[in-house]
């Protein structure tokens, strides 16, 4: 692996065994002790075994749940890609479940029938047995078993810990038994159990454990030490005394985190010094560039019957979000962002909207209401599903800079006025209508998902938001995308009687070119900067201290999903873009890091690039809806991308060597002919969506 490859994806597995309270409990702390560094999202199992995550992946999480269903899942092909992974660097969190999973063999409630557990495991992270429980009493699916264990934490192995002690989570996992006898074998108590346990464990009671594996590492737990109490509700019926563990888990809320972070560090993880706080979601903004043009989409809207009227509110109720219609002349009413949310979360609105109207943060303290005492802070994320999102419509003048102060729609809808100029004869549709939130779940989520409301959304509407806290990629590709990052997703149909002559295929193909036209285009000077395509649909720049001959050299610092549907004789587009633009602490490259020191240029901002880019494209599917992609944009193409003559091995061909040739102009296949020694290899040509292309190691994999 290239050592420009940056490990930025911390990766938490949702597939078969995985219990879904614990995959929230874990993105929640690993979000907030991690970010901006890394980008925390999940992996599915087929994304594991088929996804090329293993070089961008800095840590790999199985949370709590049942490992036996982690075995069905992935023993054979799935562990000896996980076993590769961390042999080559990659570090391996294992909680509960996961700390069954990584031993050599896990017992589980041994001699109890329909419970019993007992097997040998194929990751042997740890070299001993696993065994549970620890402590009696658990239940698949409940908290009957749960309670406050407290564990002794070994400071000699844990220089960077805080605490001698504190009381973490626990349900259902186990002890690494004998620990102590492994120490020649590289195995680490980091801490120990302090009560007499359920089962046998060894001197030591062991209940987390680390080890060097290879270039990479493992950290496997019994307790559940990602837990926190303020993301507890006390009133569990399975469990009379819960209310008690949750006021023990939040006394020692500072020492488990404290833990945490020592733990990730031992990991060899960048933990953030500050907590970061999961952000909440915020309003969304709705704005033309012409405003008074917005009556005619609120008119389409009622026409379509998808606004209905709830108690003097109006609320679209989409396929999987609500929103609540506002107009910019409401009176802003703070107390109804608390109507907006479910009863369980009212009382944490309440400190939201203090951190709104206070310029100083208040302290984070637990607050209290009938049904959830427990309640958290504005740290604690209410369920975004539960939310009703705020939609304002700004009808007479675009949005105040001071309640966008991310995003200036002034200067925004300006430079996409200015740019339209440059690309003569097109309408200038691609931006005019644009939907902007501080924070969102995901760009390209919000309007898959809601085909109801999307199908009355105007040709080139965009979306685009500050912070995506859910963001998408293709598999499991993704970037860390702190406030820098240029997020944005647009909508248009594509006419089915333009298949034979425009593809839809190579949407993404002109989607590239508009972000490198974009960038080139820019303002004077940008016209020099290394930007490269990677097929299908990555852009890559040249990392700024690396010799351009060297292909390894160029990283990724962007990239494109096309998601599609049909109805009607069109296809519906979502065109989603994700460029790192500004300088951010995160470990990825960003544009603003290519721009010459001896020779200052105009400075990047979000909103004049994002209307340099969707001008770009709009010219470009313009173009190409008349001509299709003929020799022009052809040779526009290969100007921009990185493959011309690369040698290459094909796995889907059993690994034969092949040179890229170009991609075909009637389906954007990608074409290679194969490398002999004498005469002209046999050419083969390959699918976009059934091949992933790992440029830094020159691999073809064919995805299946």
């Known amino acids: 692996m290239s050592s420009t490859t940056k490990r930025v994806n911390v990766l938490i597995y949702t597939g078969p065994g995985a219990s879904l309270s614990s995959v929230r409990h874990a993105t929640w702390s690993l979000r907030r002790l991690l970010g901006p560094n890394y980008t925390v999202q999940t992996i599915s199992s087929d994304q594991l075994l088929k996804e090329p995550w293993l070089a961008t992946c800095a840590l790999l999480v199985f949370p709590g749940g049942a490992d036996a269903g982690y075995c069905r899942m992935l023993n054979g092909a799935g562990n000896r890609r996980i076993k590769q992974y961390v042999q080559m660097g990659g570090k ?8 069954y999973y990584g031993a050599s063999k896990c017992e589980f409630e041994v001699g109890k029938k329909g419970m019993e557990v007992i097997g ?5 992270f740890f070299p001993g047995t696993c065994r549970g429980l620890a402590f009696a009493g658990f239940v698949y699916q409940s908290e009957a078993g749960a309670r406050a264990v407290e564990l002794q934490v070994n400071q000699d192995a844990l220089t960077s ?33 302090k009560e007499e346990l359920h089962v046998e464990g060894g001197k030591i009671k062991a209940a987390v454990v680390f080890r060097k594996v290879g270039e990479g590492a493992a950290l496997l737990t019994g307790p559940h030490p990602e837990f926190a109490g303020m993301n507890l509700n006390r009133s569990e019926p399975s469990n009379p005394d819960y209310s008690k563990i949750v006021d023990a888990l939040l006394a020692d809320d500072k020492s488990r985190t404290d833990f ?7 990991l060899g993880l960048q933990v953030s010094q500050e907590d970061q706080a999961v952000p909440s979601l915020s309003r969304l903004h709705l704005s033309f560039s012409q405003p008074d043009e917005i009556t005619d989409l609120l008119q389409s809207w009622q026409e379509a019957g998808i606004i209905s009227d709830e108690t003097g509110e109006q609320i679209i109720k989409g396929e999987q979000d609500t929103f609540k219609l506002e107009r910019d002349d409401d009176r802003w009413s703070m107390s109804s962002m608390k109507d907006a949310l479910p009863s369980p979360v009212k009382k944490a609105a309440d400190v939201l909207i203090d951190a709104v109207t206070t310029p100083t943060k208040p302290k984070a303290k637990p607050v209290e209401d009938e049904q959830n005492k427990a309640d958290s802070t504005v740290d604690r994320t209410p369920d975004s599903d539960a939310i009703t999102t705020r939609l304002s419509l700004h009808t007479t003048s675009l949005p105040d800079p001071k309640d966008t102060t991310n995003f200036n729609h002034h200067a925004f809808f300006a430079n996409l006025q200015h740019y339209k100029t440059k690309h003569p004869g097109i309408a200038g549709d691609y931006g005019r209508v644009l939907l902007y939130g501080e924070v969102m779940t995901s760009t390209q989520t919000l309007l898959e998902k809601n085909p109801t409301l999307l199908s009355t959304l105007p040709i080139g509407t965009t979306a685009t938001a500050t912070t995506q806290i859910s963001a998408r990629g293709r598999g499991t590709n993704a970037w860390v995308s702190p406030p820098g990052s240029l997020m944005f997703s647009t909508v248009f149909k594509h006419s089915l009687t333009l298949s034979s002559s425009a593809p839809v295929v190579f949407v993404q193909y002109l989607a590239a070119m508009a972000v490198v036209q974009g960038i080139r285009t820019y303002d004077r000077g940008y016209e020099t900067l290394p930007i490269r395509l990677k097929w299908p649909n990555d852009v890559y720049a040249l990392d700024p201290a690396a010799s351009p001959t060297d292909p390894a050299a160029y990283v990724k610092i962007g990239g494109i999903l096309v998601n599609t549907s049909y109805s009607g004789g069109d296809y519906t587009l979502i065109l989603g873009i994700g460029l790192n633009v500004l300088e951010s602490s995160s470990p990825t490259t960003s544009l603003s890091r290519l721009l010459p020191t001896n020779k200052p240029l105009p400075p990047l ?17 313009a173009r190409f809806c008349v001509v299709g992609f003929d020799l022009q944009f052809e040779k526009e193409y290969y100007e921009m991308w990185l493959h011309s003559g690369q040698v290459v091995t094909l796995e889907s061909e ?3 060597k092949a ?12 074409v290679a002919e194969e490398v002999v020694e004498r005469g ?25």
Do not use: P
Request: with cysteine; proline share 0%.
């Open 120 to 124: 040998d495991r194929e990751l042997g």
């Open 659 to 670: 040179r890229i040739q170009g991609i075909t102009r009637d389906w954007g296949l990608l």
């Open 92 to 99: 391996y969190l294992g909680l509960c479940a996961g700390g």
């Open 260 to 266: 945490m972070k020592a733990c990730l560090t031992k």
């Open 161 to 193: 810990a805080a605490t001698q002690h504190f009381k973490s989570y626990y349900n259902g996992g186990g002890v690494f038994v004998d620990a102590e006898k492994f120490q020649e074998q590289g195995v680490e108590v980091l801490a120990s159990f």
């Open 654 to 656: 059993g690994g034969v």
């Open 605 to 621: 901002t979000l909103e004049k690039l994002l209307a340099s880019i969707l001008s770009a494209f709009e010219a470009l599917y």
């Open 680 to 704: 002209v290899g046999r050419r083969v040509e390959l699918q976009s969506d059934s091949n992933s292309f790992d440029f830094l190691k020159g691999l073809v994999r064919r995805k299946v």
